[in-house]
């Protein structure tokens, strides 16, 4: 059996062709599952007994559990429990233009960013499609609003769960589900080339957001593992293959580590890499942690960084600060539940 969340829409059509039946009723289930929020076939209303019994020996109704909720100002941190007991996190975010909400996509992560806590606890599996839905569902249903921006920048590495996480966007993103526009969802790398041409020709117009956290391979070795796969060159090769094929702007993630990646001339020679791209570039004050030396940048040293890309004519955000006094770094909250 498969859980019904985890289904796209064109799968579901494919169902009731192959049981001789009429596809448009993927259109009525989707509607009661995504509109109507209905937790059992049976509430079904404007649907056969004879079909509710078929989907029911085929499909089942599961959601996540959640189990610890933190706020602060403008931000929730969730912690879900899954059906083998892991946990994973969701942080959701009150904007002036909406709702986002940061989800995960593993249980763990295998790319051991130094300055990163979920990638401190090694990777366990992949999260299944409908477990990444469910952050969505469940969160929505939490607080009586409808999330309108999604980003894959939880715990784990997206294009490791390459796969799920399309199947994933593709249930959200459709119009007779979730419909949460494509524009509107953000899918983030550490770096993995391969799946970056991949994605260079999925048909949706998804952000991409590449975690890029320095400016050169000296640097970028010694905090990221995937460095040591895929260079900076390798990466801005295949960037600029994206850019090419599908005419959208690129997001530059980049961590700032107190003496580590913000100086002068890191800022500069950022610059000089990124020149000419149809890119921006998000600088994130790092969210300390406990068990992780790296310390966040002064405020000073940020704005001088991000002046020096300005006068560059990078196009260059600062991140607004999220959820300190809730452990909303990624992997915090599941990280002080493993040591209880």
């Not at 109704?61 to 610890?68: C, G, Q, S, V």
């Amino acid at each position: 059996m498969k859980n019904i969340y985890g289904v796209t829409y064109l799968e579901l059509e494919n169902y009731f062709l192959e049981k001789n039946d009429k596809k448009f009723k993927a259109t009525q289930v989707f509607d009661w599952v995504y509109k109507k929020r209905i937790n059992s076939f049976d509430e079904m209303r404007n649907v056969s007994k004879e079909t509710i019994n078929t989907m029911k020996s085929d499909f089942y109704f599961e959601k996540l559990e959640i189990i610890d909720k933190r706020e602060d100002t403008d931000v929730a941190k969730y912690l879900f429990k899954l059906k083998d007991k892991e946990k994973v996190e969701a942080v959701l975010m009150y904007h002036d233009y909406g709702t986002s909400i940061c989800i995960s996509t593993q249980v763990g992560c295998n790319m051991g960013c130094k300055f990163c806590e979920s990638g401190r606890l090694k990777k366990v599996r992949n999260l299944e499609v409908y477990e990444m839905v469910s952050q969505i569902l469940m969160v929505e249903e939490d607080i009586n609003m409808r999330i309108s921006h999604i980003v894959l920048m939880g715990i784990g590495e997206p294009f490791d769960n390459y796969d799920n996480v399309i199947k994933f966007i593709d249930i959200v993103n459709c119009g007779k589900g979730i419909d949460i526009g494509s524009r509107h969802i953000t899918v983030s790398t550490c770096g993995i080339v391969p799946k970056i041409k991949e994605f260079t020709n999925y048909d949706k117009q998804v952000n991409l957001a590449i975690s890029l956290h320095a400016p050169n391979n000296k640097i970028r070795d010694s905090i990221m593992n995937i460095n040591k796969v895929y260079k900076i060159e390798d990466i801005i090769d295949v960037v600029k293959e994206y850019i090419n094929k599908t005419n959208r702007r690129v997001t530059f993630e980049y961590i700032m580590l107190k003496n580590i990646n913000d100086s002068v001339s890191c800022a500069e020679e950022l610059s000089a890499l990124l020149k000419g791209l149809n890119c921006y570039v998000n600088l994130i004050p790092y969210n300390e942690t406990s068990h992780i030396e790296y310390k966040k940048s002064d405020k000073d040293t940020i704005l001088k960084f991000y002046d020096i890309l300005k006068k560059n004519n990078i196009g260059v955000t600062i991140r607004r600060e999220f959820g300190s006094k809730v452990n909303a770094a990624c992997g915090q909250l599941r990280s002080h539940y493993e040591e209880v």
